[in-house]
Structure formats: structure tokens, C-alpha cells
């Protein structure tokens, strides 16, 4: 059997496309951010930041083994929190910092807050 949507084979013991179930599974795990950054941006909540070796990364909310970068997090790393500062997320991992920035902006579009006019959130 075929997916109807990518065309790719299905395996019989399976009973949807293993692709376009990690790609809906992706969509919405990044849909699922966005309350959670409008709520950082109006300092009601805190990124949660790993540090993995030398690098800082931005967990996702939501999902505690996973980095806005897509880096696999351990329990065990080191685990703290930050109010939105951008002095504060330029320390983090490149990727992280995309992506972060890059789903605040989605978190932030057509509300009445503009991304760049965001104030650091100092603790």
C-alpha cells in the first residue's frame, strides 16, 4: 500500500506513512510552541536552556529531550532558565538562536507587539 499523500510505500506491519506521520509530528510540535513563546515575550514564562559540552541549547516546550536545534538533550545536562534578553541569546548554540528567533517572530506575528521593539525581560 501507498501513502496517498507522498506516495511512498506504507510496510504492512504499519498502518501509516512513517514520513508523513515524523513530519505531522514535527508541524505540530512547532505549532505547539508559539503559545509558549508569547507567553516568554510577555515575561509570564522562561526558556528553559541545556548545556551540552561547550554548547547552550533551547529545550523545546513540551518535549524535554529536544533542542529548538534539533540536538537529542539528556536529563542529566545542566538545566537552567532565562526571561527573552537577546544579550543573554546570543551565548546559546547558533541554531538554537535561529530557530528561537525564528518561531518568535511566527509567535509574535499579527499580534500588536512587533518582534524587534521586544524589551529584555532582566530577572
Not at 50 to 55: A, F, I
Not at 69 to 90: N, V, Y
Amino acid at each position: 500500500m501507498n501513502c496517498e499523500h507522498c506516495h511512498r510505500a506504507i510496510p504492512d506491519n504499519l498502518l501509516d506513512c512513517p514520513a508523513c506521520t515524523i513530519r505531522k509530528n514535527d508541524k505540530a510540535i512547532n505549532e505547539y510552541q508559539l503559545p509558549h513563546l508569547r507567553m516568554v515575550m510577555t515575561g509570564d514564562k522562561l526558556i528553559t536552556r541545556k548545556q551540552m559540552g561547550h554548547e547552550i541549547h533551547v529545550q523545546l516546550f513540551g518535549v524535554a529531550d529536544k533542542a529548538f536545534c534539533g540536538a537529542t538533550l539528556a536529563s542529566k545536562h545542566k538545566r537552567d532558565r532565562m526571561r527573552w534578553d537577546p544579550e543573554q541569546l546570543q551565548r546559546l548554540c547558533p541554531s538554537c538562536r535561529i530557530e528561537v528567533e525564528r518561531a518568535m517572530r511566527r509567535a509574535v506575528k499579527g499580534f500588536e507587539c512587533d518582534f524587534e521593539s521586544l524589551p529584555a525581560n532582566n530577572a
